[in-house]
């Protein structure tokens, strides 16, 4: 058994902090011990009831703050004397490599989960930091682990060490995500819509690369065309109160199509509620809720960002990024197999089979372990 320890920038409810929960949750042949450079956020209380130990250290913006982390950082490594470090995302793979190299840590593995470093997105010192990664990358870690293929391309362009890469794609707990007829029924109650309804859902914070602006336009030229349809959103600050948001929606007239739940803990209930999940996002590496959805049995549409193609397969529509004509199409053709219900159901299995025969979380688990061990 060796001890793992993974540096992350935060705990919060995001795609790396999911994973890295389902990693070390699931992998019972290492112990793990997580570091979160800011606070414990989502997931902290839920790693140390699954007993996985958990540091935080607290950084805010100042020299003073980033020398008392590095400080804390340091004796974290030194006293726990871990077999690995693992680092998620940019800044923990800068400071996690420098601090565990100057602490006589060898194996350093560091994790990429961005696929567009030109996204704006991006903050000018987060491009910053990647691109000074890319020179380290030639001296500290043993080996960089990507969930994407398209994020290694993008890496290896700005001066990555090409030889260090391997992907590991996301995996799931598909017993958390599965079939629910019962919450589907639910939901749909709660809100009002009708069995017969199709019903869109999108999740994904409001953030640029999610082009909330792309979807709700490719959604106004279905309401031109007289198509019904409801539309729920979810995610952190998808809410009445987002004046921008608020503004997309009544510019495209789809005031009465759409509703805003905010954030949701009860995302596989949300889920299987739906009959399609629309990705508009503009970047991306390799979308969870993709993959989520998918285990749910719900077809997706998705812009061809990322590793989306890679993970719906033929089992959906994929489209280019920022065209609402092409997503209105792709959503509209989905409707018309959804009307033909042995057709419909044939997508939906192929939906769930893709991700039980690719992105089980204990095959994943089994990919980071031979990474771990062979290098």
């Given at each position: 058994m060796s001890k793992i320890l993974h540096l992350i920038v935060g705990l919060?409810?995001?795609?790396?902090?999911s994973v890295l929960f389902r990693l070390c949750t699931h992998d019972k042949d290492n112990h793990h011990i997580v570091i979160s450079m800011m606070g414990e956020g989502k997931y902290g209380a839920m790693l140390r009831s699954s007993d996985v130990e958990v540091y935080c250290l607290n950084m805010k913006r100042g020299i003073f703050s980033l020398l008392k982390a590095v400080?804390?950082?340091?004796?974290?490594?030194?006293?726990?004397?871990?077999?690995?470090?693992?680092?998620?995302?940019?800044?923990?793979?800068?400071?996690?490599?420098?601090?565990?190299?100057?602490?006589?840590?060898?194996?350093?593995?560091?994790?990429?989960?961005?696929?567009?470093?030109?996204?704006?997105?991006?903050?000018?010192?987060t491009r910053i930091i990647a691109r000074t990664n890319a020179l380290l990358s030639y001296f500290i870690p043993s080996v960089i682990i990507s969930c994407s293929k398209e994020a290694v391309k993008s890496h290896q362009q700005i001066g990555y060490k090409a030889s260090k890469f391997i992907t590991i794609p996301n995996g799931y707990n598909l017993d958390n995500f599965k079939i629910n007829n019962d919450a589907r029924k639910r939901l749909r109650n709660e809100w009002g819509i009708e069995d017969n309804m199709p019903l869109i859902g999108m999740v994904a914070r409001f953030d640029p690369q999610k082009d909330h602006a792309n979807l709700l336009?490719?959604?106004?030229?279905?309401?031109?065309?007289?198509?019904?349809?409801?539309?729920?959103?979810i995610g952190s600050n998808i809410t009445l109160a987002n004046a921008q948001l608020r503004e997309w929606v009544s510019n495209n007239d789809v005031e009465d199509n759409i509703i805003l739940l905010g954030q949701r803990r009860d995302i596989p209930d949300i889920l299987n509620a739906i009959d399609l999940k629309v990705l508009s996002s503009y970047s991306e590496a390799f979308p969870n809720v993709l993959a989520e959805a998918m285990a749910c049995g719900i077809p997706c549409v998705?812009?061809?960002?990322?590793?989306?193609?890679?993970?719906?397969?033929?089992t959906g529509w994929i489209v280019p990024a920022q065209s609402p004509l092409r997503l209105a199409e792709a959503i509209s053709k989905a409707f018309e197999v959804m009307q033909n219900e042995g057709e419909w159901q044939q997508y939906k299995k192929a939906a769930r089979n893709r991700i039980i025969d690719n992105f089980d979380i204990n095959s994943i688990v089994k990919l980071y372990n031979k990474a771990w061990k062979e290098s």
């Open positions: 919060g409810d995001g795609g790396a902090e400080k804390l950082l340091w004796q974290i490594i030194r006293t726990n004397k871990p077999d690995i470090i693992q680092t998620w995302m940019y800044h923990a793979d800068f400071l996690g490599g420098i601090v565990g190299r100057l602490a006589g840590i060898k194996r350093i593995y560091w994790g990429i989960r961005h696929s567009n470093l030109s996204s704006e997105g991006l903050g000018f010192l336009a490719g959604l106004s030229v279905l309401k031109k065309k007289s198509i019904p349809f409801r539309c729920i959103l998705a812009t061809d960002v990322g590793d989306a193609a890679f993970i719906v397969g033929k």
